[in-house]
């Protein structure tokens, strides 16, 4: 399987609404990262994760809480978010590689519209 | 931080002709170079790549060549395709230290192949 697959493809969300973007990839990838990506801009790294640890939170706001269940699942929790969260947000994975950067691999992403 | 800059945010080019984009970045320390295409309402997806201690790498029409000194780095597609037409993003990592796994994207080129 060489995939990243992300749940759902779109979601609609109030701002009090509480709801949770998942990931999955089972490419032995043990590293997995969470971006954010607005239309006609690049994607904006979010969070990181190494060996299921968080390695990497680029100051993202508390109303964003990742979490890595195992070493295929990464989730994003989304509780009081405002419009302006609204954007496609990708997961990806990629290989560890202490010694420099490796391929990431891109889910196809959540759009979220936050109303 | 790293910054990335790209150019050009866009490029239109007959089908046959080629195409080059140019990034450069500012860290030294990065060693990774990788390049992605985003069809619209589609995932990034990883069409080529480059490491710090080669100069030029090639895939059949795609090839990126790689100035370390100057800090930056090209993307040449030969004998271009209507299929071609998307975004093209560069990117670079350094790896190692509290930087590991971030690439930072460079702000895009919208390609278009006209037929």
């Known amino acids: 399987d060489t995939e990243v697959t992300q749940t759902p493809k779109h979601l609609v969300m109030g701002m009090t609404n509480k709801k949770s973007l998942k990931c999955e990839q089972h490419m032995g990838h043990r590293a997995m990262y969470w971006y954010k990506q607005k239309a006609k801009k690049p994607p904006e790294l979010m969070f990181v994760y190494s060996y299921e640890k968080l390695s990497i939170n680029e100051s993202v706001p508390s109303r964003f809480s990742p979490e890595c269940p195992n070493s295929s699942l990464l989730n994003l929790h989304l509780h009081a978010l405002q419009p302006e969260d609204s954007a496609l947000y990708l997961c990806?994975?990629?290989?560890?590689?202490?010694?420099?950067?490796?391929?990431?691999?891109f889910g196809p992403g959540t759009r979220l519209t936050v109303t | 931080g790293e910054n990335v800059e790209q150019h050009p945010s866009t490029l239109s080019v007959q089908e046959g002709d080629s195409a080059v984009i140019k990034c450069t970045y500012s860290?030294?320390?990065?060693?990774?170079f990788p390049w992605y295409k985003q069809e619209l309402g589609k995932r990034p997806q990883l069409i080529i790549d480059?490491?710090?201690?080669?100069g030029e790498k090639k895939d059949q029409r795609i090839a990126v060549t790689l100035n370390k000194t100057a800090k930056h780095f090209s993307l040449h597609i030969t004998e271009t395709q209507p299929e071609d037409s998307a975004v093209y993003f560069c990117?670079?990592?350094?790896?190692?230290?509290?930087?590991?796994?971030?690439?930072?994207f460079g702000q895009g080129t919208i390609l278009t192949v006209h037929p």
């Open positions: 480059i490491r710090s201690n080669v």
């Open positions: 990117a670079a990592s350094s790896g190692g230290g509290t930087s590991y796994g971030k690439l930072t």
């Open positions: 990806a994975s990629s290989q560890v590689a202490p010694a420099g950067g490796q391929e990431q691999y």
């Open positions: 860290d030294s320390a990065s060693n990774y």
